[in-house]
């Protein structure tokens, strides 16, 4: 099976920078993705990791290491608009090519 | 507007009752998965499908199924309704071989 654990909240003030971490375990890895979900809507892809290493795409970056089962996504020059719910997820070979995810973690910004 | 469509997006009904919510994926996406997503359970793996076929299972009840369709199209049928399902029920496509899954809006689903 699989096991995924990030914070269940966190706060932050514009401008900031913040970091979610994830650590996960899993038997069949096969990749790490992280979506953004605000209230009532679709979660929405962010990033995407499958070797070590640090991603980055604009303000967010997203970093794996496999040997360590943990990952973190990190937003810079926070806006209040990414007040929202981060997800982790993990790709495992067991589960083909469905998305297992943790139970995210909450941001909120404040001014 | 994702692409990936799903009706309805909300759904009142009483417990016992039978639904069925429909998902359209994205144009080309051959491949259709179902989530639950409550408030303290977040968002869990149901079902996919590849084509027609079923590809993979998750923690799907057995008062669940799913099918999809020649056209692609795919309908998760929930039976015997309980308080406990009420959710948020998302369907997600991609293509064959890619690695990044797109949602639709969902489907709100009540059961009094």
């Known amino acids: 099976g699989q096991n995924i654990d990030q914070p269940t909240e966190m706060t932050a003030t514009e401008g900031a920078i913040v970091q979610i971490n994830c650590t996960y375990q899993?038997?069949?890895?096969?990749?790490l993705f992280w979506y953004q979900q605000h209230a009532g809507e679709a979660p929405t892809f962010l990033s995407y990791?499958?070797?070590?290493g640090l991603e980055e795409k604009g303000r967010f970056s997203s970093f794996l290491s496999r040997s360590k089962g943990y990952s973190y996504l990190l937003l810079k020059e926070l806006q209040m608009k990414d007040s929202a719910s981060y997800l982790c997820?993990?790709?495992?070979?067991?589960?083909?090519?469905?998305?297992?995810f943790g139970k995210g973690t909450t941001l909120s910004v404040s001014s | 507007d994702s692409g990936v469509t799903q009706t309805p997006k909300h759904l009142i009904t009483a417990t016992g009752q039978r639904v069925t919510l429909r998902c359209s994926p994205r144009?080309?996406?051959?491949?259709v998965y179902w989530y639950q997503q409550s408030l303290d359970q977040g968002l869990q793996f149901l079902i996919q499908y590849y084509n027609g076929e079923e590809r993979a299972k998750g923690n799907i009840l057995e008062r669940f199924s799913a099918q999809q369709f020649p056209d692609l199209h795919s309908e998760l049928n929930l039976s015997s309704l309980e308080l406990g399902d009420s959710a948020l029920y998302f369907c997600?496509?991609?293509?064959?071989?890619?690695?990044?899954?797109?949602f639709g809006a969902g489907s709100r689903l009540t059961v009094l």
């Open positions: 899993t038997s069949g890895f096969n990749g």
């Open positions: 144009s080309g996406d051959l491949s």
């Open positions: 990791n499958v070797l070590d």
């Open positions: 997820a993990v790709r495992d070979h067991q589960a083909g090519t469905a998305l297992i």
């Open positions: 997600a496509s991609g293509e064959s071989g890619a690695n990044v899954l797109t």
